[in-house]
């Protein structure tokens, strides 16, 4: 009993290090971009976290960046008939979208390179609608990720529109889940009391609520890298 007790004391210290970590860098990330975070309190609220098997490289990056990658089948509540594919290539690029004029001129640690491709076929008319978005943020977290990609070719006209997506690698009887911005999420009321759907931010998805049917994704996480110290 006592082995077993000083077992949860070892994890439970572990998590407490892991959300003070979070947090920390949660506020490293508000400092470098200028923009303020709701609170430390809620930075440093979740689970134990998870633990990376990336190894660093010579210049101190992960030799495996952070990635997304599958091909699978989704239902989707609201069309259960349809069939909707979506095909994910993501991989982290750390500070390699400049942004002038901020407080990250040099990017942020979440950038991302890639490709997403979905597809729906509408049952009850047999048409298929195409879109390729390319990716340009990617956060992960254990087994979850979250990513967002702009539409470069679609066919139902929402061309250069930001998409979010969330993708979670699940085990066992738990299989693999992701989430799509338009499917149940996004929606505000504007002054005038009429709904819109508002810009999605880079990397913001909502959580994955879509199981799936055929195929699956793989999610291999990396810790957000700090950026690097001028003269370092």
């Known amino acids: 009993m006592f082995r077993i007790r000083t077992r949860i004391r070892t ?22 971009t200028g923009v303020a975070p709701a609170s430390a309190d809620t930075l440093a609220v979740g689970g134990s976290g998870s633990d990376s098997s990336a190894s660093e490289g010579r210049d101190g990056r992960a030799a495996r960046p952070a990635s997304v990658s599958g091909k699978a089948r989704v239902s989707y509540a609201f069309s259960p008939d349809d069939e909707i594919w ?50 340009d943020c990617l956060s992960t977290g254990g087994p979850v990720a979250t990513l967002t990609a702009v539409v470069t070719t679609s066919d139902i006209g929402n061309a250069n529109e930001r998409i979010g997506l969330s993708v ?65």
């Open 168 to 232: 979670y690698r699940g085990s066992g009887r738990d299989g693999d889940r992701l989430g799509f911005s338009w499917g149940v999420a996004n929606l505000d009321m504007g002054p005038d009391q009429k709904p819109y759907q508002p810009v999605v931010g880079t990397c913001m998805a909502p959580a994955p609520f879509a199981p799936v049917l055929r195929g699956g994704f793989s999610v291999h996480h990396v810790e957000l890298e700090a950026p690097k110290t001028p003269g370092r």
């Open 86 to 135: 979506f095909t994910i290539d993501a991989r982290a690029r750390p500070y390699s979208r400049p942004l002038p004029g901020t407080k990250a001129p040099g990017g942020l640690p979440t950038d991302a390179v890639g490709t997403v491709r979905y597809s729906h076929r509408v049952a009850a008319t047999g048409v298929v609608y195409n879109a390729v978005a390319e990716v």
């Open 11 to 32: 994890r439970n210290r572990a998590a407490v290090r892991t959300a003070r970590a979070t947090a920390a860098a949660g506020l490293a990330l508000a400092a470098l």
